[in-house]
């Protein structure tokens, strides 16, 4: 197993150790929120969006011994539930993300905190208002176990949580109806305003149980786009999926963080990845901590996941792509990387869905 520390930065905090990393400021990565998404997208997503079924785990519908429900509560929040134990991802309830005046929830909490099945780990990962809100944490309190990245206790107790774990990379902790849960890498970063930048760990988190296994990403890059050249140069690679030269895509010459493939080899194949698609734009600004599309196909391949859902879309309008937009750009990325439809999956908010 992995035990290198190099993402403890000398000088306090964490860092991201790869040359797929290229780290920008705080202002540049929030100044590029939209006001508001479309109309017509918003009535799309609200007239699509469901009600929860979290006993369909258990129910006759339940064909086969490894199946895995999900439900997606919206943005990174999922409800799993897999070999008898029920997870919760990333939970946030509230109608706005962060501090008010944050981007405002475009669909709302499919169901209310209180009618969700009993939780034997809430999984976060990152400080980040968007994976860790406050009210939602006051709220939720020592109903379960929180597993956090080191440093984000702190913000747990403040908030009257005591049942809690922090961890560092690659440990692992072993619950009580047999699955373990494993702090794994990401490329992103943390901070909760701009004077408390990477001083708290980020990560991703690997379930294994008894017959199953996810892999749930949490916000995180995959490749930088090159902050070098002109505007222009930025503005056409944003345009063309990194750009092509001689048909071939710019992006596939950029370094790949390769932790994704670290975790596939360490704890793969998965039966379901939970990828973010969304929060990209521009992406000469945000590739390095939220993965387009065709970066979520390269960790699709990596993590060597069986089925991946698509997350960090369609909730908060919190970059400058349109809210559809990931949709459109993960089937171009699927038909060019000759990746199955079906081994991709764009859940409805508040759905629930046997994997």
């Not at 070999?83 to 962060?98: A, K, Q, V």
């Not at 930088?224 to 001689?246: F, T």
Request: proline share 6%; net charge neutral; with cysteine.
């Amino acid at each position: 197993m992995e035990s290198s520390k190099d993402h403890h930065d000398p000088g306090g905090g964490f860092r991201n150790p790869w040359d797929s990393y290229q780290k920008r400021s705080t202002l540049s990565l929030f100044g590029s929120i939209r006001k508001d998404p479309e109309k017509a997208d918003v009535a799309a997503l609200m007239l699509l969006a469901g009600r929860p079924d979290f006993n369909i785990i258990g129910s006759s519908q339940r064909k086969k011994a490894r199946s895995i429900a999900a439900t997606w509560i919206g943005h990174c929040t999922f409800v799993v539930q897999m070999d008898g134990g029920n997870f919760l991802t990333d939970p946030i309830w509230s109608m706005r993300c962060g501090s008010f005046p944050g981007p405002k929830r475009v669909v709302p909490p499919p169901c209310e905190l209180d009618e969700l099945p009993s939780l034997d780990a809430i999984l976060i990962t990152s400080n980040r208002p968007d994976h860790l809100d406050k009210t939602t944490v006051q709220n939720l309190g020592n109903r379960a176990e929180w597993f956090v990245p080191l440093g984000v206790g702190e913000f747990l107790r403040e908030h009257g949580v005591t049942r809690y774990t922090e961890m560092d990379w690659w440990e692992s902790r072993k619950l009580e109806r047999g699955a373990t849960v494993v702090c794994t890498p990401s490329q992103h970063f943390s901070g909760r305003n701009a004077k408390d930048r990477d001083e708290a760990l980020w990560c991703s988190w690997t379930v294994v149980g008894p017959s199953s296994r996810f892999f749930f990403s949490g916000s995180t890059g995959y490749r930088s786009k090159n902050k070098k050249g002109s505007r222009q140069d930025r503005d056409l690679l944003d345009r063309q999926d990194y750009g092509r030269e001689n048909g071939v895509a710019i992006g596939e010459f950029l370094p790949k963080c390769p932790a994704f493939r670290q975790i596939g080899r360490q704890y793969g194949p998965f039966d379901v990845a939970f990828l973010p698609i969304g929060g990209y734009g521009p992406k000469s600004v945000m590739s390095a901590v939220n993965a387009e599309p065709l970066d979520s196909v390269g960790i699709h391949r990596d993590v060597g996941a069986k089925c991946s859902v698509a997350m960090n879309w369609g909730t908060f309008q919190l970059s400058d792509e349109e809210l559809l937009d990931p949709l459109r750009e993960l089937e171009k990325a699927l038909i060019d990387k000759r990746v199955p439809e079906s081994s991709f999956l764009i859940m409805k908010h508040g759905k629930t869905q046997i994997i």
